[in-house]
T-cell receptor, first 113, second 112 residues
Framework: DTEVTQTPKHLVMGMTNKKSLKCEQH?????MYWYKQKAKKPPELMFV???????INESVPSRFSPECPNSSLLNLHLHALQPEDSALYLC????????????FGPGTRLLVL | EDQVTQSPEALRLQEGESSSLNCSYT??????LFWYRQDPGKGPEFLFT???AGEEKEKERLKATLTKKESFLHITAPKPEDSATYLC?????????????FGKGTTLSVSS
């Protein structure tokens, strides 16, 4: 089973709201990722967690705050977002951090009004 | 600079008309090359991982090959359900952690 689940599927929020995206995998993977994808563009890496520790932050604005409570869960906390942050947010996981295939979840479609 | 280029950007085929998608890359050292399929509004679905030149992998109507400079995704006798965007990504040795460098994708449309 190579399933990564994400909730919610869709999210609409105002610029003053606080919301969270959730990602879960039960494949025993030790690396988890957040990507952002705009329409007709490839995914862009935001964060990488390796063994529950943040290992990569690709200069993402502080209004995005990742959290990895345990090896199976990954959250992305959102606060004071801008309309240009509207996108498909993808979670992925891989067994390790070198040469490992990344498996993606279905994504959360976020609209910021 | 590490770079991935996919061509063509869009491809229209008739059902049964075989073709190939290209992914050319320039990286300082290749750890792996990955092919994904993505349907509109959904997450990328893993297809193949290739690690070294000469490697080939097959799955149903798809076959992926790898050389030192490029990879091809061959589609044999495509069906309308093969319509999707196909993404190629590489992991380079000089990239921190496990960062993937994605190409812009090839959007395939197969008509019956």
């Amino acid at each position: 089973d190579t399933e990564v689940t994400q909730t919610p599927k869709h999210l609409v929020m105002g610029m003053t709201n606080k919301k969270s995206l959730k990602c879960e995998q039960h494949m025993g993977h030790r690396a988890m990722y957040w990507y952002k994808q705009k329409a007709k563009k490839p995914p862009e890496l935001m964060f990488v967690y390796s063994y529950e520790k943040l290992s990569i932050n690709e200069s993402v604005p502080s209004r995005f705050s990742p959290e990895c409570p345990n090896s199976s869960l990954l959250n992305l906390h959102l606060h004071a977002l801008q309309p240009e942050d509207s996108a498909l947010y993808l979670c992925a996981s891989s067994l390790g951090t070198a040469k490992e295939t990344q498996y993606f979840g279905p994504g959360t479609r976020l609209l910021v009004l | 600079e590490d770079q991935v280029t996919q061509s063509p950007e869009a491809l229209r085929l008739q059902e049964g008309e075989s073709s190939s998608l290209n992914c050319s890359y320039t990286v300082s050292g290749l750890r792996g090359l990955f092919w994904y399929r993505q349907d509109p509004g959904k997450g990328p679905e893993f297809l193949f991982t290739l690690y070294s030149a000469g490697e080939e992998k097959e799955k149903e109507r798809l076959k992926a090959t790898l050389t030192k400079k490029e990879s091809f995704l061959h589609i044999t006798a495509p069906k309308p359900e093969d319509s999707a965007t196909y993404l190629c990504a590489v992991q380079a040795k000089n990239q921190a952690g496990t960062a993937l460098i994605f190409g812009k994708g090839t959007t395939l449309s197969v008509s019956s």
